[in-house]
């Protein structure tokens, strides 16, 4: 039998306590999985939603009580949680539970982790996090020299190779060496984490038309083919420079197993088009699985019980199994 999926609480002032417990409610019979974080204050949220949380002593009760309610690994906030209202005392709990999540699944305890959304504000403002979000602490936390994020959906997979950047810096930060790494990277977590034995990778390119031959810029000919060439010779099968505006056609996407682009709009504007509701954020490089919902606290709807848990329940399904998968190989 397989361990439990880790479900981190993530910030306590927005949605992830309440996405929680509404993905237990659809996935009880699915999935083994137990979330991270106040047995109090999951309690309090089951109430407010007429859904059951219970404390557990260890990730190994996960399966002997998901059945009945949420199962609850024990990590107390500092201070009770206001929904819509972030707050820094809340800060070194919620990085804390993140790093514990870490531990549990790199010492074989959970299968994999999926996290839910933070506020990395509040996590600076309270606790001094240094880190840009949740994909560059874990790194930090296993050693990974370079993490690489993936949008997965069952329509697409896009990887892109800048990621958090002004569209302006987009050009300089994109380096031969990055965009090498970023697709080994994707290529080796397509096998062993998918299943995909041969992947097919398209690659799109920076400019409008591919560049069109050098006349829109010459980005496609002196940096991004000459990678290309280099992995195509390795036996990688990695087709593009693409023009970005016809890769994600249905005809397109029928041809390959995930799609780089360049940078963040041009890789998350199709998947997100596609499948609002259905996108994983995915963290590839990582000597542990990680998933995330794609989206954020949703301050605003926090309390509410508006929130919609598709994402997470997607999240939840495919760190499962991908941790399964990686198991296998």
Known sequence: MSPPVVLTQGDPSGIGGEIALKAWAQLAGEIDFFLLGDPDFMT????????????????????????????????????PARPGTPDPANAAATIEIIARAVDLARAGDALAICTNPINKKALKDGAGFVFPGHTEFLASLCGAPLPVMMLAAPMLRVVPVTIHMALAEVPRALTPELLEETLRVTHAALRRDFGVAEPRIAVAGLNPHAGEGGAMGAEEITLITPVLEKLRAEGMEIGGPRSADTLFHAAARANYDVAVCMYHDQALIPLKTLDFDGGVNVTLGLDFVRTSPDHGTAYDIAGQNRANASSLIAALRLARRMGLTRAAA
């Open 44 to 79: 309090e949220t089951g109430r407010r939603l007429g859904l059951p949380a219970r404390p557990i002593q260890e990730p190994a009760e996960a399966a002997s009580v998901i059945g009945e309610a949420l199962p609850i690994l024990p990590h107390p906030l500092a201070t």
